[in-house]
């Protein structure tokens, strides 16, 4: 086994394992904090792909902006167990079918799924020069686009937060 | 409104001009007030090594007096006591024997003289009020005791040494 | 797959290196912290523990080592303990892409003075200080105390808002560089002039917002004593407490060390190439040079600190919004401007 097949392995377990601590924690602090390791182990793997801007903008972006906010959040509802309303009956068998639906059809799309081969050899497209290169040349229509967006969204926010002016 | 002193000063209450609300020359400004403290002489005194000398006018620790025979001068009228603001004295007076003049000067003296260091304020008025000189103040500190009663002092503590038996050892 | 021993040696020792040089100044950052206050309030200093009081840091470790650990009873036990390692760890990890040095050559060997040469060393810079926050929220919220939660609420939020104007005073700085690796900032300011030169007013945002996410006077509404009594580090005690403060001044000496990469040249100084002495001295020098910036910037902090008061929390918001942040915008389009006309 290569080096990288090793640390490939090891990163998948714990990004699993983390994954699984979000939904089965009790506390939501700790779950917020299982899932910025599992942030963390995937900007792993985009470092094994090679992708290293992508990397740390995962982590720059969501381990430490929005999960930051999370956790703020989180932190002054001061939500735990104690607290924590009693869930209707039905609420959970309603819960249980739409999830076990969700698992039949993302098993019935990926068995036919073929994977394709990764070609051997790193590719240099997720360096931040090639990456912003193709960013501004053939994509710039839709990169733009979702600037818009992305400003419409804090008008948004700022409109809602001046109101009671 | 009459202004209650004579040292008033009005406070500047003007909107800031544009040049104070930049921040920056008022932080400026500050920076270099510090920045020339540096320079300073330092006001510390390196206390044990070097000791800040006493004002000729220093009221420390107080001594009962002798006379130059080695007889306490103390009469026991107890006009410190009454002088004392801070009524820090207490004293016992008791009559001189016969035999005993070799060790008091007056036919009245104290049998017990205390003197509470921690209502004292060291005002030096027991100085001022002794009609037989027998009590001044020194320049020394009262040092820390770990309990109050170290703080009280009796005649053992106050009065000075004999001076003829000084000579003799 | 032929493993290159020798580069792993090489590699390990510079890591240990840095991470001793680090725990080494924030240790006697403390000391010099006390000093500087003291000569500015026309004070003596620590002078009791060795030669100018230069053992004080060993007496003050050594008395938080044997300090009572306490745990509060209802705080959450692994959260409590997991903060302040955060705090110290994030602190320790942004000293690895900074270049210390130019080239060293040992027996035919060139062993770059940098711990890793990555191409996106200020983006991983800028991951790792948006971090610095958790050690702060979890010490916080894990103590179960009124005054701690208040305390890292604030400093998740200003540390949030004035990362914003960080990275923007930044984009104008990489505009103009057009790397994003230190080392080639670096060595761009050796063949030319140093950044501070292009780039006043984006270095004035940068060195604001280090004070801010450095939690330093006048920002540090986190540790603010007299309203929170001690800040988000209130419940601890021992080396925990330690750690925290340790953490503080690591912060302080990374930023130092990056201001000075980013906008003085790094271990850059003038007449570097021109003066023909030998490469390996040329380094060292270069070292020096740049731990001399440091210092200053050090210098800087404590300057600062000891000069200007506590701002008040809504003041503090509305620099960082309504000033630093068009500010630094400014600074990018007049940048962007400049680079345009000159193409």
């Known amino acids: ?165 | 409104m009459q202004a209650l002193t004579t040292r008033v000063k009005p406070v500047d209450r003007r909107p800031l001009t544009f040049v104070e609300r930049l921040y920056i020359p008022s932080i400026l400004k500050g920076m270099m007030i510090t920045f020339k403290h540096i320079f300073k002489k330092k006001a510390t005194v390196n206390y044990p090594e070097e000791k800040r000398p006493f004002s000729p006018v220093f009221r420390g620790l107080h001594i009962l007096n002798r006379d130059e025979e080695g007889r306490e001068r103390c009469t026991a009228c107890g006009l410190c006591a009454v002088a004392c603001p801070a009524e820090a004295i207490t004293m016992e007076a008791a009559e001189r024997k016969p035999g005993e003049e070799n060790l008091y000067r007056e036919e009245k003296y104290a049998a017990r003289y205390e003197i509470n260091m921690l209502r004292c304020i060291f005002c030096g008025f027991c100085e001022e009020a002794c009609p037989k000189d027998a009590i001044y103040l020194t320049e020394t500190f009262a040092p820390a005791h770990y309990e109050r009663k170290g703080f009280i002092y009796g005649k053992p503590d106050l009065l000075i040494p004999d001076p003829k038996e000084k000579q003799t050892v | 797959m032929v493993i290159d021993w020798v580069f792993i040696v090489e590699k390990l020792a510079l890591i240990s290196g840095v991470l001793a040089l680090s725990l080494g100044v924030a240790m006697y950052s403390t000391w010099g912290e006390r000093k500087v206050a003291a000569i500015i309030q026309d004070r003596r200093g620590p002078n009791r523990a060795g030669f100018m009081g230069l053992l004080q840091p060993l007496a003050d470790g050594g008395k938080l080592f044997f300090k009572e650990e306490i745990i509060p009873t209802n705080s959450h036990r692994f959260l409590f303990i997991l903060g302040p390692s955060v705090a110290m760890l994030v602190a320790c990890m942004t000293s690895a892409v900074i270049p210390w040095g130019d080239v060293l050559t040992i027996a035919g060997r060139q062993i770059p003075l940098q711990v890793a040469d990555i191409n996106i060393g200020i983006l991983y810079i800028f991951g790792v200080v948006s971090l610095g926050v958790y050690g702060i929220m979890l010490g916080g919220w894990a103590s179960n105390n009124k005054f701690s939660l208040l305390a890292s609420v604030r400093a998740a939020s200003q540390i949030i808002s004035y990362e914003l104007a960080l990275g923007l005073s930044l984009i104008a700085l990489l505009m103009f560089t057009g790397s994003l690796s230190l080392k080639d900032i670096v060595e761009q300011q050796r063949h030319g002039l140093w950044n501070i030169v292009y780039q006043p007013l984006g270095f004035i945002i940068f060195l604001v917002c280090a004070f801010a996410e450095c939690n330093r006077t006048p920002f540090d509404l986190p540790e603010a004593e007299n309203e929170l009594n001690g800040g988000y580090h209130l419940e601890y005690s021992s080396m925990k407490l330690g750690f925290y403060l340790f953490a503080e001044y690591i912060n302080m000496f990374i930023s130092s060390a990056l201001m000075a990469s980013l906008y003085f040249g790094g271990y850059s100084f003038p007449g570097m190439d021109s003066l023909g002495l030998a490469p390996n001295l040329v380094t060292i020098l270069g070292f020096v040079a740049l731990f001399i910036k440091i210092l200053l910037f050090l210098f800087f902090f404590m300057w600062v600190r000891w000069t200007i008061p506590r701002f008040r929390y809504d003041q503090l918001m509305r620099l960082g919004w309504n000033i630093m942040i068009p500010l630094a915008l400014v600074n990018m389009l007049i940048t962007g401007a400049i680079i345009l006309a000159r193409q």
Not at chain 1, 87 to 94: M, P, S, T
Not at chain 1, 134 to 158: D, I, K, N, R
């Open chain 1, 1 to 165: 086994m290569s080096t990288q097949q090793i640390i490939f392995l090891v990163l998948s377990a714990i990004s699993l394992a983390s994954a699984m601590g979000v939904i089965l924690s009790k506390n939501p602090v700790t779950s917020v904090l299982c899932l910025i390791l599992t942030f963390f182990t995937i900007a792993g793997h985009y470092v094994m792909l090679n992708a290293q801007f992508l990397a740390v903008v995962h982590i720059i972006v969501y381990a430490g902006a929005i999960m930051v906010l999370f956790l703020f959040v989180i932190m002054l509802m001061n939500l735990n167990a104690d607290v924590e309303p009693q869930k209707r009956n039905w609420l959970k068998y309603a819960g249980a079918i739409s999830g076990g639906t969700l698992l039949v059809i993302m098993v019935a799309a990926l068995r036919d799924a073929s994977m394709p081969s990764l070609q051997g050899g790193a590719t240099e497209i997720g360096l931040i020069a090639n990456l912003g290169k193709t960013l501004f040349h053939e994509y710039v229509v839709p990169f733009e686009v979702s600037s818009v967006l992305f400003l419409s969204a804090m008008v948004g926010a700022v409109v809602i937060g001046k109101k009671e002016d």
